[in-house]
């Protein structure tokens, strides 16, 4: 990181409890430019009354460093509503910054980094949602979270990917229109009756895993627990112990007495949980999401000192995705 700002003694002793913590994941030679971004960002956002929330796939220094509250996409939408300040930092990706605006239209949510995307979200347009509707009249339309706000506003209601069965087993209905997740549709078609009429987005992340690369694991650590996000494809989801949402895959590590754990998602997830369960080997190899990526330090103190980066949303296309989020979270997890 290059960095103007300069690591003085006051800056070393307030984050030194901090790089304690975290220390297995930064290189001790880059604290000194790391650990000034953290006092800024915290200073200034408690100047300016701003909350950060950071998705379970934000780094380290991120998670640990300066988030308020993290969780995964649910826990992301479901704690954002329930914010005291005026002003939201998303460290995430666009369309959580979205939810959190839908949620609570009359904050401030910056997002560091608007090309912060989601293959899953680009799959599908309002266009796409409308004519699918137009084939299939009076199926209820659900729609994963990881899309665009004109998408939610085009649906009966969201889900995530912790409790997509939940939210489709209570519509009480034979069939569904499940967008856009063609793996995740899959895996949710496996736990419930209710037939599924599915889309072909794709997670770009979650996709390059294979079963081989798990098998091949298993040779190598006979005891090892295989623990997949839904959105990998079927066979890989089918060669793993458990599956979940990344909220839930973080609840299964704290409750195992595995030694040896293959988190099937994001990198910096195993990071995160490594620093919580220092005695668990974290197995590589992971896939790095390009878009939560684009969070960095140096990006959210200059959102936080300039609050250019907002978002904006279509007040009509706001009350139509809020009813489908809100229908959702009154589901559950
Ligand atoms: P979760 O809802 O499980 O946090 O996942 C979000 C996501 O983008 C996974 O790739
Ligand atoms: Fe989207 Fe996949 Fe990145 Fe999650 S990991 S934000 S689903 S591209």
Redesign the pocket.
Known sequence: MNSDLKFTSEIKNKTEKLYKKIEGTIPKIEWPTVAPYIYEINKLKKEKGVTILA???QTPEIYYGVADIV?????LAIDGDKVKTDKILMCG?HFMAETAKIMSPEKKILLPDFSAG?S?AESITADDVRKLKKDNPGIPVVTY??TSADVKAETDICC???NAVKIIESLNVDKVIFLPDEYLAKYVASKTSVKIISWNGK?E??EQFTDKEIIELRKKYPNLKVVS?P?CPPDVIKASDYT??????INYVKNTNAKDIFLV??CSMSDNIQIENPNINFVKPCNL?PHMKKITLQGILKSLKEENNYIEIDKKIIQRARGAIERMIAVGR
Do not use: I, K, P
């Open positions: 998705h379970n796939y969780g995964d996409s649910l826990g990706v989601c899953l979270v990881n995530t990917s912790a997670c992340v979650h996000h959105e979940g949402s990344t909220g839930s895959m998602t994001e999401c």
